[in-house]
């Protein structure tokens, strides 16, 4: 698919007629990319993608003005959307009322929702299909300034001894931003349980790295650090789904990397995916979190 060069056009897939517009839009003003070209992104990393999004209520991140200019979440399915694409209805935690949550399962919808300027896709650690189950365990590694991703990437590896010593094996991806995400698959584990369990290993890594790690929420105690964010393990919270895009100033994508490379990694922009390095990180392994 090749849809720049053109302001809209509406194309056909999966039998699903999708109009695509604005796609001489600038979204990145830094680097000059385009709405077409996110929109072609997503089309050619849609095979590795959409398997993370399936059975998820995703939330996005929208902007519609580009990214120097504020986005917004967008966890409601939007009235005007096409009659295909699909939808749950999900208990809010503090509420209990109901949102309606678009599922993004194939290409097509993944294309309708881009065309929204939808730049981040954000799900949680549980399917639809099984909401009181949690089937994913996330860390988050945030690492507080002057400490970078390559600080993280020294917790990723203890965080990898440690769970592999209790029969949990990890895969890691790029947050896109600053830091790094973990992974580890679960079966059957409670919401709670596994926000808990999260929160046990968090303080195991302080407990062992005190220089390098923090567990607690009080942003105070961060700078310097790396933040292990066990809360992303809340049935509520979400996390940015693997090989979304991020709303930075010049276009990164969260990728999946191996441990080889992590270990390798001397400066953050080792670890930094633009759209091309991702497709082209793909190629060479394909999906590192096909695991999960």
């Given at each position: 698919m090749s849809?720049?060069?053109?302001?809209?056009?509406?194309?056909?897939?999966?039998?699903?007629?999708?109009?695509?517009?604005?796609?001489?839009?600038?979204?990145?003003?830094?680097?000059?990319?385009?709405?077409?070209?996110?929109?072609?992104?997503?089309?050619?990393i849609a095979p590795v993608m959409l398997p993370h999004l399936t059975d998820r209520p995703v939330t996005f991140i929208r902007y519609p003005d580009g990214v120097d200019a504020s986005g917004f979440f967008a966890k409601h399915a939007p009235a005007h959307r096409p009659s295909w694409v699909r939808t749950a209805d999900i208990a809010a935690s503090s509420s209990g009322k109901k949102v309606q949550y678009v599922l993004i399962d194939g290409l097509a919808s993944l294309m309708w929702?881009?065309?929204?300027?939808?730049?981040?896709?954000?799900?949680?650690?549980?399917?639809?299909?099984?909401?009181?189950?949690?089937?994913?365990?996330?860390?988050?590694?945030?690492?507080?300034?002057?400490?970078?991703?390559?600080?993280c990437?020294?917790?990723?590896?203890?965080?990898?001894?440690?769970?592999?010593?209790?029969?949990?094996?990890?895969?890691?991806?790029?947050?896109?931003?600053?830091?790094?995400?973990?992974?580890?698959?679960?079966?059957?584990?409670?919401?709670?349980?596994?926000?808990?369990?999260?929160?046990t290993i968090a303080r195991a890594l302080e407990g062992t790295h005190r220089d390098l790690v923090v567990s607690s929420m009080a942003k105070a105690e961060r700078p310097g650090k790396v933040f292990v964010d066990w809360s992303q393990n809340t049935h509520a919270k979400t996390t940015i789904a693997p090989y979304s895009l991020r709303a930075t100033p010049q276009p990164a994508v969260s990728a999946p990397v191996t441990w080889e490379q992590l270990a390798a990694a001397k400066?953050?922009?080792?670890?930094?995916?633009?759209?091309?390095?991702?497709?082209?990180q793909v190629a060479r392994y394909g999906d590192l979190l096909s695991g999960l």
């Open positions: 849809p720049e060069g053109q302001a809209s056009q509406t194309i056909e897939i999966e039998g699903r007629a999708v109009k695509l517009s604005n796609l001489d839009k600038v979204l990145y003003p830094e680097a000059g990319f385009t709405k077409g070209e996110i929109l072609d992104y997503y089309a050619r929702a881009a065309n929204l300027a939808a730049i981040e896709f954000h799900v949680p650690q549980w399917r639809v299909s099984d909401q009181a189950h949690h089937d994913l365990l996330v860390l988050d590694l945030d690492p507080g300034a002057p400490a970078t991703v390559v600080d990437v020294r917790v990723a590896l203890a965080a990898r001894d440690l769970l592999s010593a209790h029969g949990l094996e990890l895969s890691a991806k790029t947050s896109g931003a600053k830091g790094l995400h973990l992974y580890a698959p679960l079966t059957d584990v409670p919401g709670e349980q596994a926000r808990e369990l999260a929160h400066q953050p922009e080792d670890l930094r995916f633009p759209p091309a390095r991702a497709l082209e």
